[in-house]
């Protein structure tokens, strides 16, 4: 983590005309490694090679974050996932929390993915200027 944010300052500090930064921090779905003071915003990506049941254990980066990816949706045959099966125990999960299903590799769902990301950054940026 240390070394995430240290980079951003660095990042910060060399382009200080940046608006947007992203950072990928890697790591699990356990408490100990999901915070939610450490981003504006959390991006989650599970794979479906993981197997259909990933949604429904739940922890905090399926439950609470901003975006959950469930990536790689054209291997859920070759795997025996049920796309339907993780559609209902992420809604289950998460409530009205986003969710979308892609194949990032072949651009599906990246379009749903960078309008998620963006809108709540504009969201973000009318609110911190007092725009409406």
């Known amino acids: 983590i240390t070394g995430n944010l240290l980079a951003l300052e660095s990042l910060t500090e060399e382009h200080p005309d940046v608006q947007l930064l992203l950072c990928e921090s890697g790591g699990d779905n356990l408490a100990a490694n999901f915070s939610r003071e450490l981003a504006d915003y959390t991006v989650y990506v599970i794979d479906v090679a ?3 049941k990933v949604p429904r254990k739940g922890g905090p980066g399926i439950t609470q974050s901003d ?3 469930i990536n790689k949706v054209d291997l859920a045959e070759a795997v025996g996932a049920d796309l339907d099966v993780m ?4 809604k289950a999960m998460r409530g009205d929390g986003p969710t979308v299903f892609a194949a990032v590799k072949n651009g599906v769902g990246v379009p749903e993915i960078e309008h998620a990301i963006l809108d ?5 940026m ?3 200027s007092g725009a409406k």
């Open 126 to 128: 009318r609110k911190g």
């Open 50 to 52: 993981g197997g259909d």
């Open 67 to 69: 975006l959950l990816v």
């Open 87 to 90: 559609r209902r125990d992420a």
């Open 120 to 124: 709540a950054w504009e969201t973000a």
